[in-house]
């Protein structure tokens, strides 16, 4: 399970980002951390699983900070362009 590091703050999402990490797209494995927001190298569709179990597939926009708090991104059902996504905490 990816841990939420704003859980237990006031400022959950709100506040600018102080740190981030490479995601790797997994259709098995959630990421070590949940972002308050992803950006990704390519417009496209970024397939996601948020905390809830929701499965969601968004179109992202290249280069523009996408609020959400997903627990994985997904390998498949993720534009096959998008090389590079950033989380940011």
């Known amino acids: 399970m990816s841990t939420d590091k704003f859980k237990n703050s006031e400022n ?5 980002a102080v740190d ?9 494995a959630d990421m070590p951390h949940q972002p308050r927001a ?4 390519q417009d496209g569709i970024v397939k996601m699983t948020m905390r809830s179990g929701a499965v969601l597939t ?3 926009n290249a280069g523009v900070p996408f609020p959400c708090r997903p ?8 534009s096959a362009g998008i090389t590079t ?3 940011w905490l």
């Open 20 to 28: 981030g990490f490479m995601v790797t797209k997994s259709d098995t």
């Open 12 to 16: 959950r999402v709100i506040v600018p």
């Open 38 to 41: 992803i950006t990704v190298n």
């Open 85 to 87: 996504i950033v989380g």
């Open 58 to 60: 968004p179109t992202i």
């Open 71 to 78: 627990v994985r991104i997904w390998s498949t059902g993720t």
